[in-house]
């Protein structure tokens, strides 16, 4: 189990830039698949975006060419570059940890922060 605490989020308007935060608590970060999901209101939580522990991404097509997720290993940190934002963009994000081991699946959620894309 890894703890995770996102940070970052605020009110701005569409077309800025922000970026997030998820500072991690735990022995084995760099070993797991780290992610970003959003939920909007009224909606179910979706993917943005994935890393692995070696680098490897992956995005929800909403946000290609606009996100970048990044991770810092030697720091426990993964990150959330948000570019060009636009009103759909608003939502509470969550960063997500996950793991496999022998031993079965380690899963972790932080607490959420919230953006808010608004003219």
């Known amino acids: 189990q890894v703890q995770l605490v996102e940070s970052g989020g605020g009110l701005l308007q569409p077309g800025g830039s922000l970026r997030l935060s998820c500072a991690a608590s735990g022995s084995i970060f760099s070993i797991y698949t780290m992610g970003w999901y959003r939920q909007a209101p009224g909606k179910q939580r979706e993917l943005v975006a994935t890393?692995?522990?070696?680098?490897?991404?992956n995005y929800a097509d909403s946000v290609k060419g606009r996100f970048t997720i990044s991770r810092d290993n030697a720091k426990n940190t993964v990150y959330l570059q948000m570019n060009s934002l636009k009103p759909e963009d608003t939502a509470v994000y969550y960063c997500n940890g996950d793991l496999w081991t022998s031993g079965g699946r380690s899963n972790s959620w932080g607490q959420g922060t919230q953006v808010t894309v608004s003219s």
């Open positions: 890393i692995t522990g070696v680098g490897r991404t």
